[in-house]
Each structure stands twice: as C-alpha cells, then as structure tokens.
C-alpha cells in the first residue's frame, strides 16, 4: 500500500520576474513529502530552498504546477481558506524564533490557539511541553530564556495545533552548536514520539545529517534526494 504524502509537488515552477530579470527559482520539480519522515533540504545559496519551502507551505504562489498538503490542492482553495490552512495544518519555525516579547513561553505556545478562537488539548500541551524540556520554563519570558530554549518554545508553538507538517526555515541558524543539537533532537521527537512530519531548509550540512531524508537541490533543481545521508555524502553532493 503506498502512503498517501503529507506535501505533494507536481511539476512545479517558480519563474520571478520577467524578460532578462527573469529567475527561475523552482523548475518543474515534483516531490513526495510523507508522514513521519524528516526530511532537510540543502543547496548553495540562490538554489531555490527557500522558494521550495515558501511554495509548499502556501506563503507563496506557484507559476505553474501544483501543492497538495495534507490532500487539499492549496490553488483550489482563496486567500481566506489558505490562510486557514496555514495556521491550522502547517506549522513555522523560523530562525528568529517570532516570539512575542510580552507574553511568556506558556502564552506564547499557546497564541495560535488563541488567535483561532480554540481551546488547547491540555494532555497535547502538556505532551509537547514535556518532550520540550519546557515545564520549568512555562511561566518565563523569552528574553529571560536562552536562545536555545526560545526555539523550543517556537517549536511548540508551531506543534500545538498538531499541524500536519512542520516547516523550519534555518531552524539553528540562531544557535550556537550545542543549542542547535538539541533543536535538531526535538524535530527529531517530533517524528518520532509526536508522529509528526518535518521539512526543514538548511545551508549547514552537520544539521542536514539529523534528518531521515535529505534533499539537494541545484539551480531550481532536485539533484539528489538521499536517505540518512553522512556529512562526507552530502559534501560529495553539494561540490
Ligand atoms: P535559497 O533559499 O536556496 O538561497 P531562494 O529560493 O531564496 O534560494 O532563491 C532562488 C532564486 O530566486 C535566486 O536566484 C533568488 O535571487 C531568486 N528570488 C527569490 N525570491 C525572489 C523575489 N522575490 N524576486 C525575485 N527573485 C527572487
């Protein structure tokens, strides 16, 4: 039985501007993300990682082709519908973690929620916060936590409405290494222990090494897509 993806890309192209400041960011690339499954996407810098991430989270329009995540074909829906999607079965994490600075780490997981006008699933919360390491921090606000433990609280954030998949734009890229591993260990809990779904764009490969599966990409190009891929592999791949 195959398994039905949790982000679908059919020949998609993301084509900026036009005439000679035309760029192709995105040229017809068709990809299957599925459940369960952490996957990085690497490249050199202007290989289109961001536009990719931007396109299959509905930030982003494509030129041609098309979106599915979680079996909703993001151009059938409006900007009303989309924008629901997106708070509700896609969750961010960015990395300037986005917290709000007069709120504490509780408040601030919790604000998606809020701002939808539904309740928490209090043993979801409470699941989340202790796989985070974030029981003594709940009452803290973020400039009384470090940047580490900033992006756990974003981290939950972006799983307390049990998104159907997690898009982390430079998760670590904040981080200092020791920080940055124990981000990446709980996107990894997240698959594992939380069933959850990952994509995550990286331009440092020791992070890439985390994820289950890694993507390459090249001028608008899927180049590789390998599975718990070494630092050597990928560096093979990225010359
Ligand atoms: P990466 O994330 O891998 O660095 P991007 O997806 O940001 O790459 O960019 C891919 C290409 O698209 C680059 O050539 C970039 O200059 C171009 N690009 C990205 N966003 C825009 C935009 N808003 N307008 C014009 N060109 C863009």
């Given at each position: 039985m195959s398994i039905t993806p949790v982000v679908r890309l059919q020949s998609v192209s993301k084509?900026?501007?036009?005439?000679?400041?035309?760029?192709i960011a995105l040229d017809n690339v068709s990809v299957d993300f599925a459940p369960r499954e952490f996957t990085a996407i690497i490249g050199p810098s202007g290989c289109g990682k961001s536009t990719m991430l931007h396109t299959l989270?509905?930030?982003?329009?494509?030129?041609?082709g098309s979106v599915t995540v979680d079996g909703v074909a993001l151009d059938s829906l409006n900007d009303n519908a989309l924008t629901e999607l997106r708070r509700d079965?896609?969750?961010?994490?960015?990395?300037?973690?986005?917290?709000?600075?007069?709120?504490?780490?509780?408040?601030?997981?919790?604000?998606?929620?809020?701002l939808a006008g539904q309740k928490a699933d209090n043993q979801w919360f409470q699941s989340i916060v202790k796989i985070l390491g974030l029981e003594k921090r709940l009452t803290h606000r973020p400039h009384e936590l470090s940047g580490g433990q900033q992006q756990r609280v974003a981290v939950a954030r972006a799983l307390i409405s049990r998104p159907a998949v997690l898009v982390a734009d430079e998760p670590t890229g904040n981080l200092d290494s020791q920080?940055?591993?124990?981000?990446?260990?709980?996107?990894?809990?997240?698959?594992?222990?939380l069933n959850q779904s990952v994509i995550m764009v990286t331009h440092d490969l020791t992070c890439a090494e985390a994820a289950d599966r890694v993507l390459v990409m090249r001028d608008g190009h899927i180049v590789e897509d390998m599975r718990h891929p070494q630092a050597e592999a990928l560096q093979e791949a990225l010359r």
């Open positions: 084509i900026y501007g036009s005439g000679e400041a035309q760029v989270a509905g930030l982003d329009h494509v030129t041609s079965r896609i969750g961010f994490i960015f990395q300037s973690f986005n917290l709000v600075p007069t709120l504490d780490a509780q408040a601030n997981i919790l604000l998606p929620l809020r920080a940055s591993r124990e981000v990446l260990g709980l996107l990894h809990s997240a698959v594992k222990e």
